[in-house]
């Protein structure tokens, strides 16, 4: 079943056209991603499918209703975790949730236990380290409400352990939440190890020039990394990438 | 408590040091006292002239603190009004610049001329001096509010009141709290004005007899009343400060 589709939506900025023509879909359940260089657009797409533009062509379509230019139809984790700072861990998560109507303390609490923030519900976020934050982050975006969870490089700034812990911890949480989830990176990695599909996007104006099913079966484990068959894997996206 | 008495001990021995040199000063070269009295002096006229004082300072104290809330509310008020409505901030933000050009001593008999001897004219001339540095640092903290904050709240859909309240208030909170430190300061200040104009009681009223009867210990106890008065509202807002902006002091505490 389809939850998010993106119909043939066009952008431009002045002179300056971002996407021409860019169709794709998402399944309920299903981890995507969209890989690309930067400046392919990639926010512009965000930031469309989040009603913060109206596409000057085409149409977003969430569970069978257009939601072009309406904000706050898709829950979101931004690049840098956004946590109000004058919040605590708690009320932070619980953000999503309040700015939509009712909050669930009480599941909020259990998530938090569970990735390992149960001691610091109630610290500020700057006690907290950056991958914390971006853990914090991801809750707050798994408790919104909405159907769809858009991430947007959510793992760039960290460093490179903290990175994999995340990755792994990513792929936890989701393998037990099933959350449909719509995910941007530029790693070619992260997009094999994390998602189901992977839409390989051109830079500007973007399109989807390739879509590519991830080949390994759930759950995935570390050693993925070294295996034959994720490099053959990672070298034909890279390809895919290189020949557009 | 402590951290104040050790971070406090420089300036007060700087102060006392002060006063002993002032002391020595006037006695070593024989200053008339309706000229310039020892501290000493003066220390003994705002202990026997307490009762006669008091009255004053009540007064003073109730008017401060009446402009002081009336200023802040209008301040805030403005400040709020200006940042929703842009096409207003744009017409009138210079303007509120210009009525601080407006020199008070000058528009404060004017207020009397209009509005008589009663209350209103003293809160104008308070409200003038106070609405001002927290308008300004309201506006300012509004206006910084971080973007990647303001697109995380529209992309999980806030309104324009959540973004607000939830978003802009709370991140200018420490920036209206500089401005209300400046006010309440300026506040004490603007009572003490408005008092000269023509009250029945107050320190500015205190002031303006003592002078022309040469009594220069009294004015001088004016002078300490006044600082003393405002050293402590200042004290009160960053209490204030600190009960309400937790986050910010653990911040600091950490780094």
Redesign the interface.
Known sequence: MIQLSVEHLTKSFDTNQVLNNLSFHVNVGEFVSILGPSGSGKSTI?NLI???LLPDEGSIILGGEKIDGK??????M?Q?P?L???RTILQNVL??Q???GETDSQTARKMLQKAGLGDYENA?P??LSGGMKQRAAFIRALL?PQPII?LDEPFSALDELTRLEMQKWLLDIWSEHKPTILFVTHSIEEAIYLSDRILILSSKPAKVTQEYNVPFNRPRMEELFLDENFLACKRNIHHALKNQ | MINVLRKGWRPASVLLLLFIAWELAVNLAEVPAWLLPPPTDIVQEAISGWEGFRFHLQSTVMLSLLGFAIGTGIGLLTAVTLHLLPFIRESVYPILILSQNVPIIVLAPLLVVWFGFGLLPKLIVITLVCFFPITVAALDGFRQTPDEFKHYMLMAGASKGQLFWKLELPYSLPSLFSGLKISATYSVMGAVISEWLGAKAGIGVYMTLASSSFRTDRVFVAIFAIMLLSLLFFGGILLAERLLIKWKSRESAVK
């Open positions: 965000f989040g009603g913060m904000r706050g139809s898709i829950s979101y931004p840098t956004s109000l700072p004058w953000l999503g309040e700015l939509k500020y700057h006690e919104s858009l």
